[in-house]
T-cell receptor, first 115, second 114 residues
Framework: NAGVTQTPKFQVLKTGQSMTLQCAQD?????MYWYRQDPGMGLRLIYY???????DKGEVPNGYNVSRLNKREFSLRLESAAPSQTSVYFC??????????????FGSGTRLTVV | AQSVTQPDIHITVSEGASLELRCNYS??????LFWYVQSPGQGLQLLLK??????LVQGIKGFEAEFKRSQSSFNLRKPSVHWSDAAEYFC????????????FGTGTRLKVLA
């Protein structure tokens, strides 16, 4: 089925460990996004990629890096995990100039716990 | 500054009752407005959207929303709630200021009593 695939679904890290969250979409969308979701705070944009080869910071980029590997894939890396990064992470994609028509397509999320 | 406010963190309704979830936005131009639903353990799914035309928009699963410019509101409604509607609902505005991205509200968690 067409959509956004995130891996892994669950992860537990120790403080200071690093990891990469993977995201891939098969809808030929230009734009991809990483959000984190925390209770009572809704979704906050970490990084986004408006098109292949470009990435930009969102609202809460500190402690994260991203790579737009190709049009399909957009990864999020935590270089040195901290307990404050415990969250649910969502990847999304869209046709940037057609969001009014289609909105975003979201992945099912990665639940990350940093101990 | 652009913002989206969902004043109700939690709402509980009985199955079969009507539902209204509130959303207020702050945005300089005519906004693109959306409602998303998130079922437990799932990503967000688009319910409906407004960007021009008729101010009453219909969505999936029997939901509708009304855009009221004078009140800066985009409230979500359903005439008769089903137990399967229990989920978290997010209002969002799409902003083209600076770059293309959403601003999400903090969400309203709906509980449905049998």
């Amino acid at each position: 089925n067409a959509g956004v695939t995130q891996t892994p679904k669950f992860q537990v890290l120790k403080t200071g460990q690093s990891m990469t969250l993977q995201c891939a979409q098969d809808m030929n969308h230009n734009s991809m996004y990483w959000y984190r979701q925390d209770p009572g705070m809704g979704l906050r944009l970490i990084y986004y990629s408006a098109s292949e080869g470009t990435t930009d910071k969102g609202e809460v980029p500190n402690g994260y890096n991203v790579s737009r590997l190709n049009k399909r894939e957009f990864s999020l890396r935590l270089e040195s995990a901290a307990p404050s990064q415990t969250s649910v992470y969502f990847c999304a994609s869209s046709e940037a100039n057609r969001v009014g028509d289609y909105g975003y397509t979201f992945g099912s999320g990665t639940r990350l716990t940093v101990v | 500054a652009q913002s989206v406010t969902q004043p109700d963190i939690h709402i509980t309704v009985s199955e079969g009752a009507s539902l209204e979830l509130r959303c207020n936005y702050s945005y300089g131009a005519t906004p693109y407005l959306f409602w998303y639903v998130q079922s437990p353990g799932q990503g967000l799914q688009l319910l409906l959207k407004y960007f021009s035309g008729d101010t009453l928009v219909q969505g999936i699963k029997g939901f509708e929303a009304e855009f009221k410019r004078s009140q800066s509101s985009f409230n979500l409604r359903k005439p008769s709630v089903h137990w399967s509607d229990a989920a978290e609902y997010f209002c969002a505005v799409w902003t083209t200021s600076g770059t293309y991205k959403y601003i999400f509200g903090t969400g309203t968690r709906l509980k449905v009593l049998a």
